[in-house]
């Protein structure tokens, strides 16, 4: 898929059958994702347009000012989005490591207890 979470509709090796819980979290999260893409493309567009084209034009093309502004609008907007998603994934991934390391630690010290006696 364009978004990197596996692609098609048709049965993979490996793959849970359709239907399964892992099945139906993958669809949801393609969704979300796909819902994420299409936010971010109508905010980009409506700041963009609203920064970059006068309200009152006369051309059915855009000035050459105007594409140029778009598209620095457009790469400011894609680089920010890079930015926080990489730090969004950077906190999640820190996260996750604190609590496989407080998980390790509970199923150590339960471990370490002597059993009944």
């Known amino acids: 898929s364009w978004f990197g979470l596996g692609g098609g509709s048709q049965q993979q090796a490996g793959r849970p059958p359709s239907g399964s819980p892992d099945e139906r979290l993958l669809v949801s999260q393609q969704m979300l994702e796909v819902e994420m893409m299409q936010d971010l493309y109508n905010r980009v567009m409506e700041s963009c347009n609203t920064k ?43 996260q996750s490591d604190t609590a496989a390391k407080a998980a390790a630690a509970v199923q150590q010290s339960g471990a370490a207890r002597p059993t009944g006696s």
């Open 52 to 94: 970059c084209v006068q309200p009152s034009y006369n051309d059915t093309e855009l000035t050459k000012a105007e594409a140029v502004c778009i598209d620095r609008c457009v790469a400011k907007y894609m680089e920010l989005h890079e930015v926080v998603g990489n730090k969004l994934q950077q906190i999640s991934q820190q």
